[in-house]
């Protein structure tokens, strides 16, 4: 007789850009959660040659490829987040192949019998993902600190660092889907503080 495999629950960790969600997944990894990150999963569908590359090529034109045929997503972005309907087109491509990947993830983890995973994804709410989550952390910083944060690590513009923090639903509004939020306003120490905080009320419970 096969054994029953318990299937994982699943903590959303969501967030604007340079929020801290990596550094709140670094820090659930540490303390042995397995964690995905969805935006770096949806890169990967769209590799060249894929049924996803294909079809940004076709949506968009072939401005948004390298000289290696690879999709260029400064190129890309650049279309993507000055404009709404560009930014729908190319989350219907993606988000389901990106979906299939990270399910195929927490199946995995079922099947390595670990109680709970992380699902970092910038767009969770957005993407309608509710269902694949029992429980979802939101990350929130002030608007100046995270222009900071991306200008530091990703020499990001401050006015392209505006203009992303824009075009995404506001921290505010993601507040009334979460179950949690953390305030990453204050030191590394503090932010480890909450994760943990909250990271034992999950395995207590």
């Not at 054994?3 to 670094?26: D, E, F, M, Y």
């Not at 690879?70 to 972005?77: A, N, P, Q, V, Y």
């Not at 995270?146 to 200008?151: E, P, T």
């Amino acid at each position: 007789m096969q054994p029953i495999i318990q299937a994982v629950q699943v903590l959303g960790v969501t967030g604007n850009i340079g929020s801290g969600k990596s550094t709140v997944c670094r820090l659930l990894r540490e303390r042995g959660c397995p964690t995905i990150d969805a935006d770096k999963e949806a890169h990967k569908t769209y590799r060249h040659g894929t049924d996803v590359w294909r079809d940004i090529v076709a949506t968009f034109g072939p401005d948004v490829l390298d000289a290696a045929g690879e999709i260029d997503r400064g190129s890309l972005g650049r279309m993507v987040f000055s404009d709404a309907a560009s930014r729908e087109r190319l989350n219907t491509i993606v988000h389901p192949a990106t979906r299939s990947r990270v399910e195929d993830f927490l199946a995995q983890c079922s099947r390595q019998g670990h109680e709970w995973a992380a699902v970092e994804a910038t767009l969770l709410i957005e993407a309608g993902w509710h269902d694949m989550v029992d429980r979802i952390w939101l990350v929130a910083s002030p608007e100046n600190l995270v222009i900071q944060r991306l200008l530091q690590d990703r020499n990001q513009a401050k006015a392209v660092s505006r203009a992303r923090i824009a075009a995404q639903m506001s921290a505010r509004e993601k507040m009334q889907h979460a179950d949690d939020i953390i305030y990453n306003d204050g030191t590394p120490e503090d932010l480890e503080e909450r994760v943990s905080q909250l990271w034992r009320n999950l395995i207590c419970s």
